[in-house]
């Protein structure tokens, strides 16, 4: 294994990676560092295409040591889909949808489930509990339950049906809490605290793992693309692991040497119901005010007030990148206009892409002849609400 050490980027204290991680001591989120020289001394881009299709090709990348502990259903390796028709009509001729509805349990959260709990079990942890809206509850508890974990998994009584189902079938230990996702954390915090340690906290940001699994969508995105970058990745921002994710391994593909263009500009995308960070961004601020009376029908970026905020920013910054915030009405309206354009059914999440993606061009912040990168995080048909059937007639 190369992983090194657990860095925090606030502070730059270095932690062991022999036990498990919460955050730092000064309250930010821990990141896994390589030893980059070793591994490109070990493994060429070339390899990749000789293993197995799923996110595990990736193995020098990731933190586990012993592939005994890897727990997996095949997650990984989602299509890169062309959108001619739907980009024709918003002006972008070369948008591509990473379609991360093909996960084993739905979503792109089946990623860092599969990195986290392969190295909470690797690293001792016999249960999980965690604060969720619904799909990476629904995820942690399946790959808990593959490998052997008990989980706690507490989520808004408002979140999917499909995701408190998943919970329950995984034999996941279910908590409802009448409020949004900060008011989950106030109960998963407390539980955690009167374990004494025999419950893990596997939170967004709250373990350094998950990040791990996210970021092998730019991974795979650079190598799909034949080891060249996109010019913009579009990807709806709740609590923003995925695009921060996607932001590390960018740096990581250049410190190996696997990429020399500049990285691609970074889109992070939010509801006007639910905008902290489009907020801070706008305002030139390096932390995000909690947003009050957050409310979209893209449940997952009901994010009021995400930990990661810090390197969400930085991330968007760096890349010279920028954050936009669409409404319900129109995201709904980008949805079935691509449904019918592309036959893919989004999530409510990835069409908050299309139609920010459709925005940004229309103020030519994305630029002709620009090829851009959209995430749909989750399978549609996990969100049947989004698609209102009840105008269609009934034939005799």
């Not at 954050?323 to 999440?349: K, M, T």
Request: hydrophobic share 45%; glycine share 12%; proline share 7%.
């Amino acid at each position: 294994m190369y992983l090194t050490h657990l860095e925090c980027p606030r502070c730059g204290r270095a932690y062991p990676t022999t036990e498990p991680q919460n955050l730092c001591a000064c309250g930010s989120p821990l990141l896994a560092r390589y030893d980059l020289a070793a591994v490109a001394a070990a493994v060429t881009p070339e390899r990749f295409a000789l293993r197995p299709a799923d996110l595990w090709r990736y193995r020098e990348l990731l933190p586990v040591a012993d592939p005994r502990h890897v727990t997996t259903l095949g997650e990984g390796w989602t299509p890169l889909l062309r959108a001619p028709a739907y980009g024709a009509r918003i002006g972008i001729p070369d948008l591509i949808v990473k379609d991360e509805g093909l996960t084993p349990t739905g979503s792109f959260k089946a990623r860092g489930a599969a990195v986290g709990v392969s190295r909470a079990r690797e690293l001792g942890v016999r249960r999980i509990a965690m604060p969720t809206n619904g799909n990476a509850g629904a995820a942690w508890a399946t790959y808990a339950a593959r490998a052997g974990l008990a989980s706690t998994i507490v989520m808004p009584l408002d979140a999917p049906a499909i995701c408190r189902r998943e919970v329950l079938a995984a034999g996941g230990d279910l908590r409802l809490v009448d409020g949004l996702i900060s008011d989950a954390g106030r109960h998963v915090a407390a539980l955690v605290a009167a374990a004494g340690g025999a419950v893990f906290d596997a939170g967004t940001l709250r373990e350094p793992y998950r990040l791990e699994g996210k970021k092998t969508m730019g991974y795979e995105i650079v190598e799909q693309l034949g080891w060249q970058v996109p010019d913009v990745i579009v990807y709806p921002t709740g609590g923003g692991v995925g695009l921060i994710g996607i932001h590390k391994a960018m740096q990581e593909l250049h410190g190996l040497g696997w990429i020399t263009d500049r990285p691609p500009r970074l889109v992070a995308v939010q509801s006007t119901g639910c905008a902290p960070i489009v907020r801070a961004f706008a305002a030139g601020e390096d932390r995000a005010r909690p947003w009050a009376d957050a409310r979209t029908v893209a449940y997952g970026i009901t994010v009021p007030a995400p930990l990661g905020d810090e390197l969400i920013l930085a991330a968007l910054r760096a890349s010279a990148g920028t954050a936009i915030a669409v409404d319900d009405a129109e995201l709904l309206a980008d949805l079935r206009h691509f449904g019918a354009d592309e036959g893919l059914l989004l999530c409510p999440e990835g069409a908050a892409c299309l139609t920010a993606a459709r925005h940004l061009r229309e103020g030519g912040w994305i630029r002709a002849g620009e090829r851009v990168v959209v995430l749909n995080t989750g399978a549609g048909l996990k969100y049947p609400e989004t698609v209102d059937v009840s105008a269609a007639p009934v034939v005799a």
